[in-house]
């Protein structure tokens, strides 16, 4: 559904992306992992149209993302920031309706107010619909962001793109596998969804196939039991960590152990152990 192919990024004398070819199908959920400053959010900002790559190409539905315009681009692509400022004291309700814009031609407005509060209602948000967004916690912000990328896209069927950032980054528990079983949900009605994630966990139990960068590059490309392993997370995210069969589920479970080297001066000493004079 939509495809990047041999992206590179360069960003002053850096490469953030290096020659990476990916893509997320109709119908399946794919995360990315890796460490702080691999590429992740560059990548997927590439994906969706935000910035163009210095090289290389990115179609969506077999077409080049560049030739779709923005208002029938985002018919169909929708796009969860990792940061979603906004000050204006709009409520919650009127936030998530501005994911109808792109459809406004169709002047259904009853019909955007109804699919409004259905994202509202499959975010657990419907009860912040009245309040003024700015006064909203993190974890409920970013709540009623999800909202209003579902309501960008929640009819169009399997021509459908769903890209998060980081989308459980500011949720709790319970929260953060709602939000991830909502885009397994619309994967399994036709959508492509690609979401950058921290927590490998997540990642494994939610994902289809997972996408390991490391330093602007694609490491690694696959289904998550076989992707998550102990000597990639060692090269990769430098952590001992122990991979093994998650008891309840069908999916890897990843226990990090701590960091391979450790960059902290006081890490060998035992707790509560005093620091050194200077």
């Given at each position: 559904?939509?495809?990047?192919?041999?992206?590179?990024?360069?960003?002053?004398?850096?490469?953030?992306?290096?020659?990476?070819?990916?893509?997320?199908?109709?119908?399946s959920?794919?995360?990315?992992?890796?460490?702080?400053?691999?590429?992740?959010?560059?990548?997927?900002?590439?994906?969706?149209?935000?910035i163009?790559?210095?090289?290389?190409?990115v179609?969506?539905?077999?077409?080049?993302?560049?030739?779709?315009?923005?208002r029938?681009?985002?018919?169909?692509?929708?796009?969860?920031?990792?940061?979603?400022?906004?000050a204006?004291p709009?409520?919650?309700?009127?936030?998530?309706?501005?994911?109808?814009?792109?459809h406004?031609?169709?002047?259904?407005?009853?019909?955007?107010?109804?699919?409004?509060?259905?994202?509202?209602?499959?975010?657990?948000?419907?009860?912040?619909?009245?309040?003024?967004?700015?006064?909203?916690?993190?974890?409920?912000?970013?709540?009623?962001?999800?909202?209003?990328?579902?309501?960008?896209?929640?009819?169009?069927g399997?021509r459908?793109?769903?890209?998060?950032?980081e989308?459980?980054?500011?949720?709790?528990?319970?929260?953060?596998?709602?939000?991830?079983?909502?885009?397994?949900?619309?994967?399994?009605?036709?959508?492509?969804?690609?979401?950058?994630?921290?927590?490998?966990?997540?990642?494994?139990?939610?994902?289809?196939?997972?996408g390991?960068?490391?330093?602007?590059?694609?490491?690694?490309?696959?289904?998550?039991?076989d992707?998550?392993?102990?000597?990639?997370?060692e090269?990769?995210?430098?952590?001992?960590?122990?991979?093994?069969?998650?008891?309840?589920?069908?999916?890897?479970l990843?226990?990090?152990?701590?960091?391979?080297?450790?960059?902290?001066?006081?890490?060998?000493?035992?707790?509560?152990?005093?620091?050194?004079?200077?």
């Amino acid at each position: 559904m939509i495809t990047a192919r041999n992206v590179t990024r360069h960003v002053g004398g850096a490469k953030t992306l290096d020659d990476v070819s990916i893509e997320v199908p109709a119908g399946s959920v794919l995360a990315l992992v890796g460490p702080n400053g691999a590429g992740k959010s560059t990548l997927l900002k590439v994906l969706s149209g935000e910035i163009t790559p210095t090289s290389g190409e990115v179609t969506m539905a077999g077409k080049l993302l560049s030739s779709w315009s923005p208002r029938e681009r985002a018919k169909m692509r929708a796009v969860l920031p990792q940061d979603a400022a906004l000050a204006f004291p709009l409520s919650a309700y009127d936030v998530v309706l501005l994911g109808r814009l792109p459809h406004e031609e169709r002047r259904e407005p009853s019909r955007d107010r109804a699919i409004a509060r259905l994202s509202m209602s499959a975010t657990d948000t419907l009860e912040l619909a009245d309040r003024s967004y700015p006064t909203l916690s993190g974890g409920e912000r970013q709540r009623v962001q999800t909202s209003r990328a579902l309501a960008q896209i929640w009819e169009g069927g399997e021509r459908r793109v769903l890209l998060l950032d980081e989308p459980t980054s500011s949720l709790d528990l319970a929260h953060q596998h709602a939000t991830l079983r909502c885009a397994r949900r619309l994967a399994s009605e036709g959508c492509a969804v690609a979401c950058v994630l921290h927590d490998l966990n997540l990642a494994a139990q939610y994902a289809d196939r997972i996408g390991v960068l490391h330093r602007g590059k694609l490491k690694a490309l696959g289904a998550p039991a076989d992707i998550l392993t102990a000597e990639l997370l060692e090269e990769v995210f430098d952590v001992r960590a122990a991979v093994v069969t998650h008891p309840e589920l069908s999916c890897p479970l990843v226990v990090t152990l701590g960091p391979t080297t450790s960059e902290c001066s006081d890490a060998s000493r035992g707790v509560g152990e005093p620091l050194a004079a200077p």
